[in-house]
């Protein structure tokens, strides 16, 4: 995951409408690969060969169960994605659910996602976009049940 810095204005969403998610210790990001539970030898070689890349949090968008920030240009979030997708084929993003996954960085989870997102939208508006420089991927790992926490940060560009 791309974990995303000075996120405070997103994680006040967060606490109220994805409180257990955050409990948990999983710090608001775009998710790379999940699951995923390979040592991460073989993750920091393919991130060693990729360069620091920025992107902005431009608007907030809602499937019908989620609220999240849109991230753009998302290029890179891609490339970086299919490359774990082709080198880890055992690992199936979502587990397989989705044949194309959207980079984005989630704000609230089991919600009526269109209901929810304009008042999202209206509270996020002074700080938006929000511009993001991927400098590394962080690797969780679950170490007690509902609790999560880095386990490895793996540079890119070496």
Same mark, same amino acid.
């Not at 955050?22 to 999940?34: K, M, Q, R, S, Y």
């Given at each position: 995951? /791309?974990?995303?810095?000075?996120?405070?204005?997103?994680d006040?969403?967060?606490?109220?409408?994805? $409180?257990?998610? @955050?409990?948990?210790? /999983?710090?608001?990001? @775009?998710?790379? =690969?999940?699951?995923?539970?390979e040592?991460?030898?073989?993750?920091?070689?393919?991130?060693?060969?990729?360069? $620091?890349?920025?992107?902005? =949090?431009?608007?907030?968008?809602?499937?019908?169960? @989620?609220? +999240?920030l849109?991230?753009?240009?998302?290029?890179? =979030?891609? *490339?970086?994605?299919? *490359? #774990?997708f082709?080198?880890?084929?055992?690992w $199936?993003? +979502?587990g397989? /659910?989705? *044949?194309d996954? /959207?980079p984005?960085?989630?704000l609230?989870?089991?919600? !009526?996602?269109?209901?929810?997102?304009?008042?999202?939208?209206?509270?996020?508006?002074?700080?938006?976009?929000?511009?993001?420089?991927?400098? !590394? @991927?962080s =690797? #969780?790992?679950?170490? *007690?049940? !509902?609790?999560?926490?880095?386990?490895?940060?793996?540079?890119?560009?070496?």
């Open positions: 995951m /791309i974990a995303i810095d000075d996120a405070e204005p997103f006040e969403i967060r606490r109220e409408l994805m $409180p257990a998610t @955050v409990a948990a210790g /999983i710090p608001f990001h @775009v998710t790379l =690969l999940f699951p995923f539970g040592p991460a030898d073989e993750a920091r070689a393919l991130f060693a060969d990729r360069e $620091p890349f920025a992107f902005e =949090l431009t608007r907030v968008s809602a499937w019908p169960e @989620v609220v +999240y849109v991230p753009e240009p998302d290029g890179e =979030l891609r *490339a970086c994605m299919t *490359a #774990l082709e080198r880890f084929p055992q $199936p993003p +979502y397989g /659910i989705n *044949a996954v /959207i984005h960085a989630t609230a989870e089991d919600v !009526d996602g269109p209901a929810v997102r304009d008042e999202i939208e209206r509270r996020l508006a002074p700080h938006l976009p929000h511009r993001c420089q991927a400098r !590394d @991927v =690797l #969780l790992e679950r170490f *007690a049940p !509902d609790r999560w926490r880095e386990r490895e940060r793996l540079p890119l560009g070496g």
